[in-house]
Structure formats: C-alpha cells, structure tokens
C-alpha cells in the first residue's frame, strides 16, 4: 500500500530568523504587502536573535538607537545606548503589536532551500531542534535575515598553557548566568566592543579588572542620552521628534566616516586628543594608538566614557603585548609582565557563517557563495526570489536591513503587476572582485574566501553610505542592467508550437 500523500505548506514568503532584521521584514510585509502569506523560521526558541543570545554584563548596542532602532516604529527609550534587555524588549513589542508574533514558528533551523524554475518556488528544509523532526515548506520568496555571526560558538584561538590555568575561563557568547564577579581578578583578553563593554560592568564588584590586547582599538565616547533627544521630545510629538533625531544621527555618523577614509591622518589626530583627555594618566601612544586607520576596522563606542572613568578610577588597567603563556595563576606576556587572574574572559571575536549555515541550490545545481556577486548588497547573482539582509558594517544595521526589506516589497509588488514569476540578478559583464565586507577585522578577513564577491560600480556596489542608498533602493528603479526577469514556465506539452 503506498504511503499517503503529505501536503507541504506554502507561503508566499518565507523570512529566516526572528531578530532584529527578521522581525523588521514581516512587519514591512504586513503594512506594504498585506494581501501576502508569510512565516518566520527562528532555529532558536525566543524572538531577538543576537539581542536574546548574548547575555555577558554590560551587553549594549554599538550604535545609536535612534538609527538601530525601526524606521516605522520609534525608540521612545531615554538612552541613545541602550542595553541587550531593552533592545530585546523593543523587538518583542514590535512583533506583539504588527501581529508578526503568532507568524514565528520557534525551533525550526533551516538546512537547505532548492528553487525550481518549472514551479517557481523555493522548497526550505529544516530540522526541529526540540523534537527532530524535518520539516519542509515551499515558498514564492525566501529572504534570510540570520545575520551573519555563527550562534552556536565564537571565536577562540588556542592560547599556550592553557590546560595549566587553575581559575575560571569564559567565552562572552556563553557566559554562565551565575557568574559572579565579587573579589576577583579577571583579564579580559580582546580590544574590541566587547571587551570595551565588558570592563567597566565588571570592574564595579571585581578586585579588578585588566583589558589585555595585542593590537589597540580606536575608542570614542558617545553621550548615553541624546540632546537633541531630549530637547524636542519636549516640544515635539516622538512621531515628528523621531525622525529629526534619526536623520541628525545618520548624517554625523556619515560625516565623520567619510571624514575618517579621506583624511585618516587628521581623524587618528582628532580621536586620539579625545582620548588623551579622557585618560590624561594612561599612555594613549601604548594603548590607544592602533596600527591601522580609523574604520579599517569598526570603532569602539563606549556611553558616557565610561571605560576611560574606569580606568581613570583604577579600577582597570590597560595591558598591550602579546601572551606567552598562560599559568596556573594568570598569564604570562612575551615582555615579562605577569598578569595575575582567577578568571579570564576570552573576548577574541566571533565566527562568520552567512545564511546561518543554510544551503542553497537552483534547479539541482548548488550555490557555491564565494562564486556569486552581490547585487545591491542583498541578492545574489543566479539565485532567483532570494535576498539576505546584511547591515552596515559602518553604521546602524536596521538602516540597511530597512532599504532591503523594504526594497523586496517593492520588488514583489512589481512582479505581481507585471506578471513575472522571479527576479534573477546577473553578474557584472566585466566581473567582480572586490570584498564583500570591506573591514580589516579580524573576523571577517577569516572569512571572506567564503563570502560573495562585489563588483566596482552599482548595482553590483555596496557603498556604506546610506543617504545614497536611499536614493538607489527606495526611489530607484527596479529594472537596470543587473537585474532579469522571468515568467513561468511552461509545463511540457506535446501540441506543436505555433509560430
């Protein structure tokens, strides 16, 4: 007897993951496509994506929340940096108050998505990560908003001696939630926004605390309120405030990075003055004097300064050297110095892993990422009704993740009225060679043999710089030279064709 046939569910899109940029796409599909089915796959069991994974103390955007947080919905918090909680909170309110919350479905990881031009749709394959099961669903459009940190690990060189540690070592993306930091001496090894966040939310109850780096970071203070902010709130309705503020933020942002690319020189100058004032004991050429230019690498933030009162307090202090060693009481440092630790956080990065580890393939063939070209920085050259959400690595993420899930709105609108089926990006006639992620971090140059390719001039170009991308995305035309549209294809038939 044959097995009974099992309908597979359909949608007209399907979003992966229910994060900051997931939960941004559903709600543009609910108010800009309302005629539209969707689903959200989250391979976790909570909405917040990274806001809900990452539990270290201090946890805290590395951006303005006036532009981290919705286009549509405004972040009516007093704190320009707010706290993982708060971000994780605001998420959540989103997806209750668009509806988009009863659409997740929680514990569903996705392993591989297959388009068949033939039916025009995707079919998704994922495993539930509660129970095991496989499930699959079919889908017009697929669009991955996972980010692109991989969650189940971070980051961790192997550090010499290691073994011989008799304390306590901690990863920041698994922190243990019954951590307590009373008495104790801990080194965080790392320069970046975690380690930055990480030292003065422990310094408070630690005997104390050292920041030990190879290589130094350029460190900024940012008011944890924003002027502005306050001043039009008081006059203003948030509605009509919001967007001021949002834009205000936006352009110095955009000024400042544009300032730092074409005259590094002059912007190292400007930020390491800052810095000398903040920490006029601190040796700002040992500790505060990268290597590189600014924004070769993403720069550090910290609310109110406070890791340069920290360390002005001395309550922390700043180590520069490489690690020879770990012993059983500390770490050892190549120049001699000894740093005594009962626990060491290891701050060293993340790990890359774009789509969230799904794979795709088009009518039987597999998409080999690192040989396609992106297309607007959110579609993929040869993979038809597919767009990821990838945020600015210069700015807030949800200023892009907006211009994409916006733009795919767009985008179905306007094959719904033209009669098309799909839209398949084409890669630049003269080819493409430029970085993906165009940063000198290190986790994203272990990375990015991995990582499609870019080409040099639009559409093929991601320029992070979101006031011309507003003009390309949300009021340029859908139809250029990197773009092809299809219609259905036709099932086989035996009747001649009539010319």
């Known amino acids: 007897m044959a097995a009974p046939h099992r309908t597979v569910?359909?949608?007209?899109?399907?979003?992966v993951g229910a994060g900051l940029s997931g939960v941004g796409a559903a709600c543009h599909l609910q108010t800009e496509c309302p005629d539209r089915s969707y689903a959200v796959l989250e391979s976790r069991g909570a909405i917040g994506g990274t806001w809900d994974l990452f539990r270290y103390p201090g946890i805290r955007s590395d951006s303005d929340m006036f532009t981290l947080g919705y286009a549509f919905r405004p972040w009516t918090d007093s704190q320009a940096i707010a706290d993982g909680a708060a971000i994780r909170g605001y998420i959540e309110d989103t997806a209750r108050e668009y509806g988009v919350a009863e659409r997740i479905r929680f514990h569903h990881q996705v392993l591989s998505a297959e388009w068949s031009s033939g039916e025009a749709r995707w079919t998704v394959t994922a495993r539930r990560t509660d129970t095991g099961e496989t499930v699959r669903l079919t889908c017009s459009w697929l669009s991955t908003c996972a980010g692109y940190y991989r969650y189940d690990e971070g980051f961790r060189p192997e550090f010499p001696g290691e073994e011989r540690f008799g304390g306590e070592l901690i990863h920041p993306q698994h922190w243990p939630e019954d951590f307590d930091a009373t008495g104790k001496r801990i080194v965080v090894i790392g320069s970046g926004a975690t380690a930055v966040t990480l030292v003065p939310n422990l310094a408070g109850a630690a005997a104390h605390v050292t920041m030990l780096q190879r290589t130094p970071s350029y460190v900024m203070s940012l008011p944890g309120r924003d002027p502005l902010a306050q001043f039009l709130r008081s006059k203003l309705p948030v509605r009509l405030a919001y967007p001021i503020v949002r834009w205000k933020n936006v352009l110095v942002s955009t000024a400042f990075y544009q300032f730092s690319r074409r005259w590094p020189t002059a912007a190292r100058t400007v930020l390491r003055r800052m810095t000398r004032k903040q920490v006029p004991d601190v040796d700002v050429d040992t500790h505060f004097n990268p290597p590189y230019d600014p924004w070769d690498q993403r720069l550090c933030l910290v609310p109110d300064g406070d890791l340069f009162r920290t360390l002005r307090r001395g309550q922390a202090t700043i180590a520069t050297g490489r690690i020879e060693t770990f012993?059983?009481?500390?770490?050892?440092?190549?120049s001699g110095e000894h740093l005594d630790a009962d626990v060491i956080v290891t701050a060293t990065g993340l790990n890359l892993l774009a789509m969230g580890g799904m794979t795709l393939s088009v009518d039987g063939a597999p998409v080999e990422l690192a040989e396609t070209v992106s297309y607007k920085g959110m579609m993929l050259s040869g993979v038809p009704n597919f767009s990821m959400v990838i945020g600015y690595t210069n700015a807030s993420w949800t200023l892009k993740a907006d211009l994409v899930n916006r733009y795919v709105c767009r985008l179905i609108g306007f094959l719904d009225a033209r009669g098309y089926a799909s839209a398949t990006p084409v890669a630049p006639p003269e080819g493409a060679d430029q970085p993906f992620l165009d940063l000198a971090?290190?986790?994203?140059?272990?990375?990015?043999?991995?990582?499609?390719?870019?080409?040099?001039?639009?559409?093929w170009k991601l320029h992070q710089n979101y006031v011309r991308d507003v003009r390309l995305m949300r009021r340029g035309s859908l139809e250029d030279e990197g773009m092809t549209f299809q219609r259905r294809v036709s099932a086989p038939t035996n009747e001649k064709a009539v010319a």
Not at 9 to 15: F, G, K, M, N, Q
Not at 327 to 334: F, I, K
């Open 9 to 15: 569910e359909h949608v007209d899109v399907l979003i």
């Open 327 to 334: 012993t059983r009481t500390g770490v050892q440092l190549e």
């Open 441 to 459: 971090s290190g986790y994203v140059q272990r990375s990015l043999a991995d990582l499609p390719r870019q080409g040099r001039r639009r559409p």
